[in-house]
């Protein structure tokens, strides 16, 4: 046990209590985390570990960090309920996030393909609009709506609007989802552009294996963002 428990990084070990702090009320909606040097001091880490642990928890959606001011917790009472209605919420989401994204797996990268036989000039030119947004304009599920309506299929449509909007009702647990989140977000831009790219050549084959790729890599971000939120 003592030998598993070694090979956690360190920033994982501070990640998993401050954010249990968290969720339990320990610190609460509006209140500063301790400094970098009071947590260095606490824990015995480095500042290199505390930023990495506070960038994480940044990213996640659980404190904000503001210069000159430190780390203030966003996460409250409001977003769980407790600490155990918490874990049930994220056991909940993770359960129904996944059976989604396996459908979608399976269904997406051929649609893909088929777009790319398919697409006329005026959808191959509204794709790219939709990958050119400014970020905080972009929805990242309207361009998969957008590759799904080129099939020109009403139940189609419906079958994918229908995973993604069940998809995005379960996230309710108060914290940033992974195709939110900045580091994330720019894979998910680069991949949308591979993918468009091989429905403008009409590339069938390359369509799919981009399609695939990226459903593939999200599935991993949820993965690791639920073993986080679930430690």
């Given at each position: 046990?003592?030998?598993?428990?070694?090979?956690?990084?360190?920033?994982?070990?501070?990640?998993?209590?401050?954010?249990?702090?968290?969720?339990?009320?320990?610190?609460?909606?509006?209140?500063?985390?301790?400094?970098?040097?009071?947590?260095?001091?606490?824990?015995?880490?480095?500042?290199?570990?505390v930023?990495?642990?506070?960038s994480?928890?940044?990213?996640?959606?659980?404190?904000?960090?503001?210069?000159?001011?430190?780390?203030?917790?966003?996460?409250?009472?409001?977003?769980?309920?407790?600490?155990?209605?918490?874990?049930?919420?994220?056991?909940?989401?993770?359960?129904d996030?996944?059976?989604?994204?396996?459908?979608?797996?399976?269904?997406?990268?051929?649609?893909?393909?088929?777009?790319?036989?398919?697409?006329?000039?005026?959808?191959?030119?509204?794709?790219?609009?939709?990958?050119?947004?400014?970020?905080?304009?972009?929805?990242?599920?309207?361009?998969?709506?957008?590759?799904?309506?080129?099939?020109?299929n009403?139940?189609?449509?419906?079958?994918?609007g229908?995973?993604?909007?069940?998809?995005?009702?379960?996230?309710?647990?108060?914290?940033?989802?992974?195709?939110?989140?900045?580091?994330?977000?720019?894979v998910?831009?680069?991949?949308?552009?591979?993918?468009?790219?091989?429905?403008?050549?009409?590339?069938?084959?390359?369509?799919?294996?981009?399609?695939?790729?990226?459903?593939?890599?999200?599935?991993?971000?949820?993965?690791?963002?639920?073993?986080?939120?679930?430690?």
């Amino acid at each position: 046990m003592k030998k598993n428990s070694a090979r956690v990084p360190l920033y994982e070990k501070l990640l998993k209590e401050l954010k249990s702090q968290i969720v339990s009320g320990v610190y609460q909606k509006g209140d500063l985390l301790p400094s970098e040097k009071e947590l260095i001091d606490a824990y015995g880490v480095s500042r290199i570990t505390v930023r990495k642990t506070l960038s994480i928890l940044a990213e996640m959606g659980f404190i904000e960090t503001c210069q000159g001011k430190g780390s203030v917790v966003l996460f409250g009472p409001e977003n769980s309920g407790s600490s155990d209605d918490f874990k049930r919420a994220v056991d909940e989401y993770y359960h129904d996030f996944m059976s989604s994204s396996n459908i979608r797996l399976l269904l997406e990268p051929e649609i893909a393909r088929q777009a790319a036989l398919m697409a006329s000039r005026e959808q191959v030119a509204h794709l790219k609009t939709l990958i050119k947004r400014e970020e905080d304009e972009r929805d990242v599920d309207e361009f998969h709506r957008a590759v799904a309506e080129i099939l020109n299929n009403d139940k189609l449509n419906d079958m994918l609007g229908e995973l993604i909007i069940y998809e995005n009702s379960k996230a309710s647990l108060g914290t940033i989802q992974p195709e939110l989140q900045d580091e994330v977000g720019k894979v998910v831009e680069s991949h949308h552009q591979k993918i468009y790219e091989a429905i403008r050549d009409r590339n069938p084959e390359f369509a799919y294996f981009y399609m695939k790729e990226h459903t593939l890599y999200m599935k991993k971000r949820y993965e690791e963002y639920f073993a986080r939120m679930r430690e």
